[in-house]
């Protein structure tokens, strides 16, 4: 066991916890998926907070096992759109099934993706499927799905209370990043995320969240619909 410290805790009253998950709450249930962008640059400093948040990330044996590629370079940003609407277009084109454009029909997506030209910044998010020691040895990785998952989560959600917008765009399969990016073998693309500001007109898909009932179940249940 490595050494141990106390924990650096500050703690709330109930009725303050309370206040702060609310605000925190209602700051969250404004975020949207944002597939229109301004080009408006990004404040120094911000992209690098942002993803300091999300390296904060508990992760599978403090393996920590992401690299998250933040690209601003318009050459860079162009290749990247040139090759997510190659495999873009053939995936709406054929690959997808009915059932699945149908599925995402709502939301109105298509093959084109000018946002990855027009966002300021796009993240590209890596999994490490292991680790490489410093006498370059391959190490095992825990869970780095499930970590690099969680680890976006907290992303997103930095990048939204730091007042941008963003999306979670999966062209798929995702090795041209890999390859345009020059990642070692072991950086599977994970995501990618353009960050920006929204475009002056920009609008979203009216869609709606399901309701706490839906998504959670209590034991014991006492709420009034069940005791009955
Ligand atoms: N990767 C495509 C298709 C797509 C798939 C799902 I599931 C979405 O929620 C949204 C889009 C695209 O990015 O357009």
């Known amino acids: 066991m490595s050494e141990h410290i106390p924990l650096d805790y500050t703690p709330l009253s109930p009725e303050e916890s309370l206040e702060r998950a609310t605000t925190f709450y209602e700051l969250m249930r404004t975020r949207r998926s944002v597939r229109f962008f301004s080009d408006r640059p990004l404040p120094d400093g911000l992209i690098e907070r942002i993803v300091a948040t999300a390296g904060t990330a508990p992760s599978g044996a403090n393996q920590q096992p992401w690299t998250f590629v933040v690209v601003g370079d318009p050459q860079l940003k162009r290749a990247i759109r040139a090759a997510a609407e190659e495999e873009e277009r053939a995936f709406y084109g054929s690959r997808a099934s009915e059932a699945w454009l149908n599925d995402l029909a709502p939301l109105g997506t298509t093959w084109q993706k000018p946002f990855l030209e027009i966002a300021p910044a796009l993240i590209v998010v890596f999994r490490q499927r292991y680790g490489l020691t410093s006498e370059g ?6 869970y780095s799905q499930e970590s690099v998952g969680i680890a976006v989560g907290m992303l997103i959600a930095a990048i939204h209370y730091a ?3 963003t999306l979670t765009h999966t062209p798929s399969p995702m090795e041209f990043l890999e390859r345009i990016l020059q990642r070692p073998a072991h950086e599977k693309a994970f995501l990618l995320l353009p960050v ?4 002056d007109d920009a609008t979203v898909p009216n869609i709606t969240r399901k309701l706490l009932d839906e998504i959670m179940v209590r034991h014991p249940d006492t709420s009034a619909s069940r005791s009955g």
Not at 196 to 199: F, K, L, T, V
């Open 196 to 199: 920006g500001y929204p475009a």
């Open 163 to 165: 007042g941008l917008v």
């Open 137 to 142: 040895e391959s190490r095992k990785h825990y």
